[in-house]
């Protein structure tokens, strides 16, 4: 049962917790990856379709565990998901749309939705799918336009606080792509994000991170600690594809639903 708990919650962990810390941090319709390459050189990879075998790894306090995933991605519509732990077998499947998000756990015959606009309202943050798809690929997401960056000797830094977090976002000025991000509360919470962008390669002429490594720190006020996720994507090949993508995607009708976390 130790593969069903990872499944249904690391990939919501990763593409929705995590990006949770980042939007709540960050206000909406201002500065644009176009305005930042124009002003600073900040490079942000395009792309119509992509697809990438990767690699995924999950650790947390109790459990330790990895999969390969095939990752496809129409441009600011759809992040579709297909994990294999072992001999090739899928054990989840998952499908991130514009305003939902869908899972399925061929393992234990479930599937858990999730309406953005709704989560949205549950946790009191404005999120959007450009943002969320930006934290994935390790592009620049859209900033406060009065921001200007802080030059350090390796990094242009990119700060604001919106509500109760501070956003970090560090561009390396050798390669001009971000690195890394850093979330924490303005309060001295114990709750905080750090993002890593790592293995930068050339694809048609465009530079991509293959390695993403996450840690989120929650804390845990049923038992009084912080609790830490790792999760790292490692990328083993990335391609720009010429022509539409699949997403195949569908909910057997014997499946049961489950919420978003729960057992």
Not at 126 to 144: E, H, M, S
Not at 171 to 186: G, Y
Not at 232 to 243: A, D, L, N, P
Request: charge should be positive.
């Amino acid at each position: 049962m130790k593969e069903t708990s990872f499944f249904r919650l690391s990939f919501f962990q990763l593409f929705f917790i995590c990006s949770i810390f980042l939007l709540s941090a960050c206000q909406k319709g201002v500065s644009t990856p176009a305005e930042l390459t124009k002003k600073y050189g900040v490079e942000a990879f395009d792309f119509k379709f992509l697809s990438t075998k990767s690699h995924l790894s999950f650790q947390n306090q109790k459990q330790e565990l990895g999969s390969a995933v095939d990752i496809r991605i129409a441009k600011d519509s759809l992040i579709w998901l297909s994990a294999r732990p072992a001999f090739g077998i899928e054990a989840a499947r998952m499908l991130i749309r514009t305003d939902s998000a869908f899972l399925v756990n061929r393992l234990e015959k479930s599937y858990s939705a999730v309406d953005i606009r709704s989560l949205s309202k549950q946790v009191n943050f404005d999120g959007d799918f450009k943002t969320l798809q930006a934290l994935f690929l390790g592009n620049v997401p859209p900033l406060d336009k009065s921001i200007t960056p802080e030059k350090q000797e390796k990094f242009f830094v990119l700060e604001q606080v919106y509500e109760l977090f501070k956003t970090s976002m560090y561009v390396s000025r050798e390669n001009k792509k971000l690195s890394k991000i850093a979330v924490q509360e303005t309060d001295g919470g114990m709750n905080s994000l750090f993002i890593d962008y790592s293995n930068f390669q050339t694809l048609d002429r465009q530079k991509i991170p293959f390695k993403v490594n996450a840690v989120a720190n929650f804390f845990n006020q049923k038992e009084n600690k912080t609790d830490q996720t790792k999760i790292e994507i490692e990328h083993k090949r990335v391609v720009f594809e010429k022509s539409d993508l699949s997403f195949p995607f569908s909910i057997p009708s014997n499946y049961d639903k489950k919420e978003l976390g729960k057992k």
